[in-house]
């Protein structure tokens, strides 16, 4: 399939969406992850058959959308209300459209909201290295209570500090660590020769992210609590701190398929996630970590999974696929099998 860009206002904000496919195809959603865009997904869409209807916005202050900024006290909701806003755009959608949802990472948590706040309006949900329904980077228990009043080690202040300076900066260059390109390589993806010729594409939407207080990474705040830092009011990575969709999504009706595919070698969302600041104070790697009882790393694919089998216990369906070898990006690391697994979802056939 090809892609056309389209522009949107809804919600109050200038989207910029891709498209691609008949408006009266069957619907897919794709909602992309945090430092990426709607181009993120170019590479599976070539892959997608006429029989689709394909709708990929870029998330507010990622890629050519208004940059707005993000109320991190309502968690993911913001995007979630812009992504929502969309599907009665009738340039976008056939009316009264029921799309699968495709959720990558941060993408995964929007679609979550989405389908918590609307539940009628949501066919599927196919979640794809999702971040865990009780947010990201802050020390939990398996079902998501907070170990430290404040989410201590949460939010903007742990963000590196040279990678965010080198995406303002635009830098394509592999000679640091925390250059965009090295992340990509290396967090991304477990191996970055899947990247191949759309390497160029992907790192221009890595560096389309929108920084400062108000987006990425947002307002650093601090706390007395390790490591001296603790989820602020505004911003993406306060937002994921603050992100709560647990028990919403498990008294959802109607209750939606749900497929949640990932990759075995993922070291963003993990049990064992090297972006954990736990986990990195239990590996001796971030000095002064008080130890497992006070501050254990976030068991972020055990609590995915705890909360789907809640939704299966209460009249839900869902799939989980672990792709072996394979890291944060199913999509572009696994495409055959990912395409495989949406159109399922989709009721698409193939040919």
Partial sequence: MRTQRQAVTANGISQSVLVAGP??????????????????????????????????????????????PVDAGRGLTDFADD?????DEPSLFAEGVRPVVVGHSL???VAMRLLADHPDRVAGLLLAA???????????????????????????GTASGDFVARLVAAD??????????SVLRAAYVADPSCLGDDEELLLDSVLSTATGPDNYPGDAVGSPNWPGSAPGARGVLNALARFRVAEEMVAVTPKPPV??????ADV???????????QLGALGAVPGWPGRQECPPQPMIGQTRAVLDRYAEAGGT???????????????????????ELLALAGVDPA
Avoid: K, M
């Fill in 23 to 68: 408006v009266d195809a069957a619907p897919v959603l794709l909602v992309h992850g945090n430092c990426s865009s709607a181009a993120f997904w170019e590479p599976l869409v070539r892959r997608l058959p006429e029989t689709l209807r394909v709708v990929a916005p870029d998330l507010r202050g990622y890629g050519d959308t208004q940059t707005a």
């Fill in 83 to 87: 992504v929502a806003a969309l599907l």
């Fill in 107 to 109: 993408g995964g948590g």
């Fill in 130 to 156: 999702p971040v865990s329904p009780y947010g990201f980077g802050a020390t939990r228990d398996l079902v998501g209570t907070p170990t430290t009043p404040d989410l201590a080690g949460a939010g903007a």
């Fill in 172 to 181: 394509r260059g592999t000679e640091a660590r925390t250059s965009p390109r």
């Fill in 259 to 264: 497929t949640w595919i990932r990759g075995d």
């Fill in 268 to 278: 963003i969302v993990s049990d064992t996630s090297l972006f954990d600041l736990a």
């Fill in 318 to 340: 869902y799939r989980e696929v672990v792709l072996p070898g394979c890291g944060h990006s199913p999509h572009l690391e696994r495409p055959t099998e990912f395409v495989a």
